[in-house]
Structures are given as structure tokens and as C-alpha cells.
């Protein structure tokens, strides 16, 4: 399996203009396509699971090795 970041574009709700990205990692054979088709339940538990945010945006992308040390937002999923 490989892993591959689910990128959410999130926003505060009592503040909409305060927006940031979180990444959220699976372990999966899926494409990057079919990451973000699938990704819905996974960001709504998430949601769920902050209700301070809402997410407006996301992508799925192959992580980068050199980007994991700055990386304050990973969560795991999937």
C-alpha cells in the first residue's frame, strides 16, 4: 500500500477568511483521482471532529519525504 495525502483547505466558521491547509494521510492502492472521489466520508468525520472548521477545498496528493518534519497538521485516515 502506499500512502497518499488528502489535502483539506479548511476555514474557521465564526471567522470564514482564516483558512488553512490540513493533510490527512491514507495508506491506499487508489489512485489520486479515486482518492478525492472517496474522500468525502473521511472529511466529514473529520469536520465532525472539529466543528470549529469547515472544509472548502481539498485534493489528494503523493507526500513528499522532505515536507514531513514541518508538517503540525497530519492526521491519520483511512
Not at 14 to 22: G, I, K, Y
Not at 40 to 50: D, F, L, M, S, T
Not at 51 to 60: E, F, G, H, I, L
Amino acid at each position: 500500500m502506499n500512502a497518499i495525502d488528502l489535502v483539506l483547505t479548511v476555514c474557521a466558521v465564526l471567522s470564514p477568511a482564516t483558512c488553512e491547509e490540513r493533510h490527512l494521510v491514507f495508506s491506499s492502492n487508489a489512485s489520486l483521482q479515486q482518492c478525492v472521489m472517496a474522500a468525502q466520508p473521511y472529511i466529514a468525520q473529520w469536520v465532525g471532529e472539529h466543528p470549529k472548521w469547515t472544509a472548502v477545498k481539498w485534493r489528494c496528493e503523493y507526500p513528499r519525504p522532505n515536507d514531513r518534519a514541518d508538517r503540525g497538521g497530519v492526521s491519520p485516515a483511512g
